[in-house]
Each structure stands twice: as structure tokens, then as C-alpha cells.
T-cell receptor, first 113, second 113 residues
Framework: ETGVTQTPRHLVMGMTNKKSLKCEQHLGHNAMYWYKQSAKKPLELMFVYNFKEQTENNSVPSRFSPECPNSSHLFLHLHTLQPEDSALYLC????????????FGPGTRLTVL | RKEVEQDPGPFNVPEGATVAFNCTYSNSASQSFFWYRQDCRKEPKLLMSVYSSGNEDGRFTAQLNRASQYISLLIRDSKLSDSATYLCVVSGGSSGGYQKVTFGIGTKLQVIP
């Protein structure tokens, strides 16, 4: 059983909707990540949080807004998305000093109509 | 040149065959290397680390060639359950004060009965 959970697992939304993705890790890690995975593309790192402080934002459009209230929870708030934002959104966590060994959640498959 | 390059495949091999994948990386200062496995519609999971001297885990052998900047994964006696996408992961350099981790696009393996 994964130590990283994500909800919802599937989400369909219109371009004018506002929704949030939730991630929770039970591994005691201090680093959490949001990735986007689209067909025929490598995993794209979106945001990184270390000790609930954002340390990386890889030129992600402002329609994606992350929030990390504590080291165990991570949210991705979505608003006015575009159809090309449809993808699998993966959350991951790792020890702060071992970022190579990331544990992923099952992902949220997002479809924007 | 991409930071991490992989042949996306698919590689279609019969059960029992031996198959090998390569992954090239562009940053000669890269320090750590890993293979992740991602099953269809599932999240990536760490398969094995890649050590300088090469390492083996059952039917899986990982090798590193620093001179030519590539890593490889060899699977012997392929099983149907080995069907998945294999992601190459390279760590090194700095991003936001922490080690940068880059995922390849993955190589899809389909083992055929």
C-alpha cells in the first residue's frame, strides 16, 4: 500500500471551474512535489516544497496554485484551466536529503473540457 | 540535447527473452542514477539504484558508463509481469539549493506470451 495518497483519482472539469487536488503522505518525509505527466512526454516537475516552503516553481502558469499547510499535506488549486492541461497529476514525497528516491501517489487523472 | 534521453519504444519481446534499455544523460556532473518502473495507469515506483560498479537484483542488472554518459537496464528471462514503462532518473547539479532530479520519458516494454 502506498504511503502517498491522492484525491480525487479522476476529475473532469470545465474551463471555468475551480477545483483542488489533494495529496497526503504518511512517510515522515519533508519534501513534497507536484508533477504533470502527459502522453509522450517525460514527467514535468511543477512545484517542490521543503519543510512546507516552496523552493521550486518551474514556470508553471498561475492557473495552477499550490498550497502546503504542513509537511504531510499538499494541495494543487486549479482555476480557468485549458484543455491542454488535461494530464495525470502526480504527487510525490521524499526525504529532504535523498530527493532521488521519491515515493509517488497514484495520481489524479484530470480532463479539462 | 535533452538532459535525459530514452528510446520510448515500445520494445516487444517474447517471454523468456533478454532485453536491454539504454538511457543517456547530458550533464557530466550527474552523480546518482536510478531506474523506476511505471505500470500502465499507475504511479512510478523505484526499481533499483545504479551503482558505478554495476549491480544486480535477481533478473535485473543495471550498469553505468560514465565515460559515454549512459546507464543501462538488462532484464533476463522476461516475464509477462515485466511489461511496464521503465523510467531513467538522473540526479546531480543544483536546483533551489537541493539536488536536481530529472526523469526520462521512459521506455515501454511489452512482453508477449
Amino acid at each position: 500500500e502506498t504511503g502517498v495518497t491522492q484525491t480525487p483519482r479522476h476529475l473532469v472539469m470545465g474551463m471555468t471551474n475551480k477545483k483542488s487536488l489533494k495529496c497526503e503522505q504518511h512517510l515522515g518525509h519533508n519534501a513534497m512535489y507536484w508533477y504533470k505527466q502527459s502522453a509522450k512526454k517525460p514527467l514535468e516537475l511543477m512545484f517542490v516544497y521543503n519543510f512546507k516552503e516552496q523552493t521550486e516553481n518551474n514556470s508553471v502558469p498561475s492557473r495552477f496554485s499550490p498550497e502546503c499547510p504542513n509537511s504531510s499535506h499538499l494541495f494543487l488549486h486549479l482555476h480557468t484551466l485549458q484543455p491542454e492541461d488535461s494530464a495525470l497529476y502526480l504527487c510525490a514525497s521524499s526525504p529532504l536529503t535523498n530527493r532521488q528516491q521519491q515515493f509517488f501517489g497514484p495520481g489524479t487523472r484530470l480532463t479539462v473540457l | 540535447r535533452k538532459e535525459v534521453e530514452q528510446d520510448p519504444g515500445p520494445f516487444n519481446v517474447p517471454e523468456g527473452a533478454t532485453v536491454a534499455f539504454n538511457c543517456t544523460y547530458s550533464n557530466s556532473a550527474s552523480q546518482s542514477f536510478f531506474w523506476y518502473r511505471q505500470d500502465c495507469r499507475k504511479e512510478p515506483k523505484l526499481l533499483m539504484s545504479v551503482y558505478s560498479s554495476g549491480n544486480e537484483d535477481g533478473r535485473f542488472t543495471a550498469q553505468l558508463n560514465r565515460a559515454s554518459q549512459y546507464i543501462s537496464l538488462l532484464i533476463r528471462d522476461s516475464k509477462l509481469s515485466d511489461s511496464a514503462t521503465y523510467l531513467c532518473v538522473v540526479s546531480g547539479g543544483s536546483s533551489g539549493g537541493y539536488q536536481k532530479v530529472t526523469f526520462g520519458i521512459g521506455t515501454k516494454l511489452q512482453v508477449i506470451p
